[in-house]
């Protein structure tokens, strides 16, 4: 399948900053899946996105669907340390696979 | 309501030795993928299964096998594990083949 790049690979900011962390493919894509991974947890689901320039929000996080549909973002706003984990694009390639990126490592220290 | 179920939650095998994972997916959910994460890495897939019916298969060696049930519930099974199958093995499900995916809790395989 098809590599997602992820950046940046890891962030350290401080409780109440905002977040922002994107992900690119050299292929299009008609989803992008994002989900947040805590340790020894399967990932959960965040936001799915389903149309070019789609912007969709889900509480404090937003995610868009590049123009290009090569690329995604997802933004954190007023993070919280809950919020600490390993977050991870994804998208189904022309078959039933999902492909991830390696995932952004976000620590949020009080 | 339930989400995906995955059994056992950890697991310990020796080298050689055959392991059998297994996966409930949500009520109504009639595809089930499978996926292997080792530390550091994103989930790779393995195998997707639609209807009782193979619809995917990702770049695994022929140790790895599954199957879907009746009831739409899986079983993953690894023949001859070597070191290398040591992962985080985690079961998707989806409503259709083509929606979102749900992910289980994981099954933490070691082999020693």
């Known amino acids: 399948g098809q590599q997602l790049n992820q950046s940046p690979q890891s962030m350290f900011i401080q409780e109440g900053e905002d977040v922002s962390m994107n992900c690119t493919s050299s292929?299009?894509?008609?989803?992008w899946l994002w989900y947040k991974q805590d340790p020894g947890e399967g990932p959960v689901l965040l936001i799915a996105?389903?149309?070019?320039?789609e912007l969709t929000s889900n509480g404090r996080l937003t995610a868009q669907f590049g123009i290009t549909r090569k690329d995604s973002f997802l933004n954190i706003s007023a993070s919280i340390p809950s919020d600490v984990g390993i977050y991870f694009c994804a998208g189904p390639d022309s078959g039933y696979a999902l492909n991830f990126g390696k995932g952004t490592s976000l620590l949020v220290t009080p | 309501d339930a989400g995906v179920t995955q059994s056992p939650t950890h697991l310990i095998k020796t080298r050689g030795q055959h392991v059998t994972l297994r996966c409930s997916p949500i009520s109504g959910h009639k595809s089930v993928s499978w996926y292997q994460q080792v530390l550091g890495q994103g989930p790779q897939f393995i195998f997707q299964y639609y209807e009782k019916e193979e619809r995917g298969r990702g770049n695994f060696p022929d140790r790895f096998s599954a199957r879907q049930f009746p009831n739409y519930s899986s079983e993953l099974n690894v023949n001859a594990l070597l070191l290398g199958d040591s992962a985080l093995y985690l079961c998707a499900s989806s409503l259709w083949w083509n929606t979102e995916a749900f992910f289980g809790q994981g099954t933490r395989l070691t082999v020693v």
């Open positions: 996105l389903y149309k070019a320039g």
């Open positions: 292929s299009i894509f008609n989803t």
